[in-house]
């Protein structure tokens, strides 16, 4: 079992940047993909971003691309996503997921691919 907590959101304005952080507990996260998904009111969830296992490889949504950077620590068991600049249609709750890389393909942008999730924390961008 592996626990995943999210920290980092807040209350920004428009083209400043935040640094959402995931912390594993239960299990090394070593064999495992990462990524973060988001959930705006009213939408349906969102994948973000995800890393390989050996953070070698990253894979991004269009709409994040090149302004978004997946990262991971396998040492300190954490992953990260720096966020930068933000706009007013990233707000969202974003979750932090993990599965075990022999468990899917890459790379995994559907939700129902992964099979532990964090409680997600509130990211809200003003104008």
């Known amino acids: 079992q592996v626990k995943l907590v999210e920290s980092g959101g807040g209350l920004v304005q428009a083209g400043d940047s935040l640094r959402l952080s995931c912390a594993a507990s239960g299990r090394t996260i070593v064999n495992y993909y990462m990524a973060w998904f988001r959930q705006a009111p009213g939408k349906e969830r969102e994948f973000v971003a995800a890393v390989t296992h050996t953070g070698g490889s990253t894979y991004y949504a269009g709409s994040v691309k090149g302004r978004f950077f997946i990262s991971r620590d396998n040492d300190k068991n954490t992953a990260h996503l720096e966020m930068n600049p933000l706009k007013p249609e990233d707000t969202a709750v974003y979750y932090c997921?993990?599965?075990?890389?022999?468990?899917?393909?890459?790379?995994?942008?559907?939700?129902?691919?992964?099979?532990?999730w964090g409680q997600g924390t509130q990211v809200t961008v003003s104008t």
């Open positions: 997921a993990a599965v075990d890389w022999l468990r899917t393909s890459w790379p995994p942008t559907a939700g129902d691919e992964y099979t532990y």
